[in-house]
Structure formats: structure tokens, C-alpha cells
């Protein structure tokens, strides 16, 4: 079955930077898009940023030049790269992949950014 395990989140101070990983099994991860969303406290989730199998990736304008998505087929994981982070990149980041007509889920990891 699909699984998509998250890492990498925790506290930061504005400016600073974070890397997120999501370790995928149960698919062809080489073949599909990856995404990451994220939801922010008292919003709805929102795409950030995705990769397809072949590497083109694409970015919700707000996180354009600061993030920065990419994947290792080897180790079936995406990553996301975060820099200059704000106060507003607060929330819950997940990986999501969509298989078989299916959109799957991580169980999120959590980015707070405060002083």
C-alpha cells in the first residue's frame, strides 16, 4: 500500500531554513507527481509546490525563490527546501501523491516559525 512518511519540521526563526523530506513505498514513486500542501492554523490546505517524475516543478507564487522542491528515485524521496521562512509559512506541511485515482496523504509534520 502507499505510504508517505514526512520529516524534517520543527522551529525556526524567520529568515532561517528548513529541509522537509517524505520517504515514499507502495508505488512507482519514479512515475508520479509528488506534491507538497500545506495548512496553515485556521485555513484550508493549500498546494506549495510539486515535481513530476521528470523533474518539472512548479511553486505557488508566494513561494517562488524561497522554496525549492526536489525528488531522489533512488531513495523514493521528495524533498522541500525552505528558505528566508516567515511567520505566515506556519502550519502543517504534508507530501501527497495522487495513484490510481487516489490521493494519498503523509500524516504532516509541523513548521512554526517564531522569535
Known amino acids: 500500500q502507499v505510504e508517505l512518511v514526512e520529516s524534517g519540521g520543527g522551529l525556526v526563526e524567520p529568515g532561517g531554513s528548513l529541509r522537509l523530506s517524505c520517504a515514499a513505498s507502495?508505488?512507482?514513486?519514479?512515475?508520479?507527481?509528488m506534491s507538497w500542501f500545506r495548512q496553515a492554523p485556521g485555513k484550508e490546505r493549500e498546494l506549495v509546490a510539486q515535481?513530476?517524475?521528470?523533474?518539472?516543478?512548479t511553486y505557488k507564487d508566494s513561494m517562488k525563490g524561497r522554496f525549492t522542491i526536489s525528488r531522489d528515485n533512488a531513495k523514493k524521496t521528495v524533498y522541500l527546501q525552505m528558505n528566508s521562512l516567515k511567520f505566515e509559512d506556519t502550519g502543517v506541511y504534508y507530501c501527497?501523491?495522487?495513484?490510481?485515482?487516489?490521493?494519498?496523504w503523509g500524516q504532516g509534520t509541523q513548521v512554526t516559525v517564531s522569535s
Open positions: 501527497s501523491t495522487y495513484v490510481m485515482s487516489t490521493r494519498y
Open positions: 507502495g508505488f512507482s514513486f519514479s512515475v508520479y507527481t
Open positions: 515535481i513530476s517524475g521528470g523533474g518539472f516543478s
